[in-house]
């Protein structure tokens, strides 16, 4: 199917909802006309239709968050979109990786769960962004600042920190130090140039052993 074949409504847009293709959490919910779903598969990143200003947009253009598509699939009425992507930045204008914040209701803990999971992938965003606009007095700055020497001592260090901790018993000594471990981890992954998401991509594949 051609962009033109779908049911667009009558002012010519359809709703698209953008997902993190990683984290599968929903980032924004945005409109498309015909000509902006067409760049969007032209360019590979997204292209929208802003309702408010009555004129196509490319997400990032400005802020340089832009979102590299990895599929486009519509729904069985070929009225709605879901625009698969993995975003470089925040998708919200407010900076948040999300435009849902706010929880209007939650039944269960596996929700929580899954948004906890999600936050490494909001922090491993934010290690990025520091490394990029390298703001002072930030810890992160200065790490990237010292260089891998410096990000790998550190890993060293928090990881002979955790093995202290379990030797001790201690759970509240050992999470700390596990959160620790975790975010130098994704500091060095960063300096690397590795996404987290290469990293879980083996550990999925492991399990399926």
């Not at 032209?42 to 408010?52: A, M, V």
């Not at 486009?72 to 930045?89: F, N, R, T």
Request: charged share 30%; net charge negative.
């Amino acid at each position: 199917m051609n962009p033109a074949q779908l049911n667009y409504d009558e002012k010519g847009l359809i709703p698209a909802i953008i997902q993190d293709a990683d984290t599968k959490e929903v980032l924004t919910l945005a409109y498309m006309n015909e000509e902006s779903l067409t760049k969007s598969i032209e360019s590979g990143e997204t292209w929208l239709f802003s309702r408010s200003r009555q004129q196509l947009w490319h997400k990032g253009e400005t802020s340089g968050h832009t979102q590299r598509i990895v599929s486009i699939v519509y729904d069985c009425d070929q009225d709605a979109l879901v625009v698969k992507v993995k975003p470089s930045g925040p998708a919200c204008h407010n900076g948040t990786i999300s435009c849902f914040q706010s929880t209007l209701l939650d039944n269960g803990k596996e929700n929580g769960q899954k948004q906890d999971a999600a936050f490494l992938y909001e922090l491993e965003q934010i290690i990025a962004r520091r490394e990029k606009e390298r703001p002072e007095k930030s810890y992160t700055t200065y790490l990237f600042t010292e260089g891998v020497d410096k990000i790998l001592k550190k890993v060293g260090e928090e990881a002979a920190e955790v093995i202290i901790a379990a030797k001790n018993r201690s759970h509240e000594e050992l999470k700390w130090e596990s959160a620790d471990l975790l975010y130098h981890l994704l500091v060095l992954l960063r300096e690397q140039e590795l996404p987290l998401s290469d990293v879980l991509a083996v550990l999925k594949e492991r399990d399926k052993g």
